[in-house]
């Protein structure tokens, strides 16, 4: 996979398809890139950058970086390749346009168009290539992930891959941890340990507690004064208790009676409230 990043130091990266070999290929004379092609059948990758106002193209290796285009591009945004030629939607002018690869010759495909953004262009009958995971999903049960040296099985957020590397299942027995901007998970019965949990906005957690009825984990935040609640794959994410709380340090889920205890060191309390607060 291939992606631009803005950024305090702009740069254009590259990684295998499961996250792995990370690499910076562009770091230098970049201001906004904001789109990107690749060129599977000549081996380039084309961008197009918003504040140089250029189109550039280098090799897959990150080899041969020249300008392909740099005048009348006031702020280039949608960016796409298709067969011979390169094209773009721009902001200022309104319009969708294109470049020959080659002969570098423009042209305007439409123009006088408002609120132009994302752009695609595809060839819905010419298909090419194949890897692993287009037969039977490489074997995996869940996702397949295709690498230079084969395919990697992953799992969704809330699942473990068991020892056989391509089986995904929920696991029955975790420890939950917090450290406090975020919190994690360690499985019991797989290798898969210290995965974090995709919460946002968590500043200082404290006490945790896990509904088994609901797979709900629940967590004090003593920064932000909260109790909250999600789901272990990181959705449905809310503030349960937002108001009256000081210091929370102490939190236990009663989830038979459907009941949320929480002892609250800064007002001296021992509360209790409905699981939805």
């Known amino acids: 996979m291939y992606w631009t990043d803005w950024g305090e130091v702009p740069k254009i990266e590259r990684a295998d398809l499961d996250g792995t070999e990370r690499l910076v290929m562009v770091n ?20 197009g950058d918003a504040k140089t106002d250029k189109i550039e193209v280098m090799c897959m290796d990150g080899s041969g970086r020249r300008i392909l285009v740099e005048d009348m591009l006031p702020h280039i945004f949608g960016f796409t390749l298709l067969g011979d030629y390169v094209y773009w939607t721009d902001w200022q002018r309104r319009s969708i346009e294109r470049v020959h690869k080659h002969t570098t010759e423009r042209e305007f495909i439409i123009d006088q168009l408002p609120d132009l953004m994302g752009l695609k262009a595809t060839y819905v009958h010419k298909t090419f ?60 019965e797989t290798n898969n ?51 009256g709380l000081d210091y929370p340090e102490g939190m236990a889920v009663d989830w038979l009676g459907k009941n949320l205890y929480w ?10 409230a409905k699981l939805d607060g």
């Open 263 to 272: 002892a609250d060191t800064g007002t001296n309390r021992i509360e209790v």
């Open 28 to 47: 230098t004379s970049l201001g906004w890139p904001n789109g990107l092609a690749l060129d599977y059948a000549d081996r380039m990758i084309y961008w």
């Open 129 to 188: 290539g194949t890897n692993l995971c287009a037969e039977s999903n490489g074997g995996c049960s869940h996702l397949c992930l295709y690498k230079p040296v084969g395919v990697q099985c992953a799992c969704p957020i809330g699942l473990e891959l068991i020892a056989d590397l391509s089986t995904c299942i929920v696991p029955e027995a975790f420890l939950l941890f917090s450290r406090h901007t975020d919190i994690r998970r360690i499985s019991l």
């Open 193 to 243: 340990n210290n995965v974090a949990i995709p919460l946002t906005g968590v500043k200082e957690a404290s006490a945790l507690d896990f509904d088994i009825t609901d797979n709900r984990i629940y967590w004090t935040d003593i920064t932000l004064k909260t109790i909250s609640r999600a789901f272990m794959n990181g959705s449905a994410l809310e503030h349960v208790v937002e108001f």
